[in-house]
């Protein structure tokens, strides 16, 4: 029993050993970034705006690789079975909290399957009419979208969007019962809604301003925890008493759980540098996003974060019976 029990612990020590001498010399090799959206997308714009200051942190290039499909999930069942060995990362956003309910059958589970590096950036969102529906503010909004009988359509990006799930968020809280309409993507939802083909849709602040500024749309409040610099004097929900719309359409940086935590803690360095150099942060304030404050930036950060929203997204997805198509 003491041989093998010397033995075990010689072995611990020598893996203990081996883990430390790997992760000085970490990364040794280009380091690959997951985007599980193709090139375009606000994900995949997120990524290229951080790989270049990542790869000089790291001493290694950040290659992105975009793989689409099904929400985003196909990518992250990618990432969840990466070797754990730091060469492998994955960007991930609100529909990775939002999936893990939507989807049946997934082979990985975002919670168990993933450590956190830290989080990036959130961004607002209004809460958007066309411009001739009769409500002039948030409270007539309300008591307009509660009368029977007014056949609200609300335009969203496609099932399981974060536009989809913010408006039915919205109507839930509400207490309105409204029609939801999906587009593919919210480009062609934003058209129809600017057609006045629909009547509501949660849009990007940023997207929005410039038309909201323009009386090409109507804005009722932001959907999110503060107020929007381009639409000052625009209310948030939370200001209005409902506190669970104080949403974000976040983004983190995860890697495969059992990646050893100097690695992890290399990688948040890495982060960390890139979220406070002052070109990168010039081009988040320029597209309307935020970026996290500094203790917002640590893997228990964005581990609390992405817990509390899956459990979020689980009850509305549920309330709601929305199902993934």
Known sequence: MRIARAAALLLFACLVAAGAASAQTYPSR???MIVPFPPGGATDAIARILQDSLSQSLGQQVVLENIGGAGGMIAAAKAARAAPDGYTMMIHQVALAAGMTMYNNLTFEAEKDFTPIGLINSAASTWAARPDLPPNNLA???KWMKTPGQNIRVAHAGVGSFGHLAGVLVAQEIGASVIQVPY???????NDLLAREVDLSSISAVQAAPLITAGKLKAYAIIGPSRFAGLPNLPTMGEAGYKKLDLNF????LVPAGTPR???DKLNAALRHALADARVKKTFTDGGMDIFSADKQTPEAAATLLNSEIKLWRDVIRANNIQAQ
């Open 140 to 142: 007539e909004l309300v």
């Open 250 to 253: 976040w983004h983190m940086l």
């Open 184 to 190: 593919r993507g919210a480009g062609p939802a934003l």
């Open 30 to 32: 280009p380091v690959t």
């Open 262 to 264: 100097p690695m992890v």
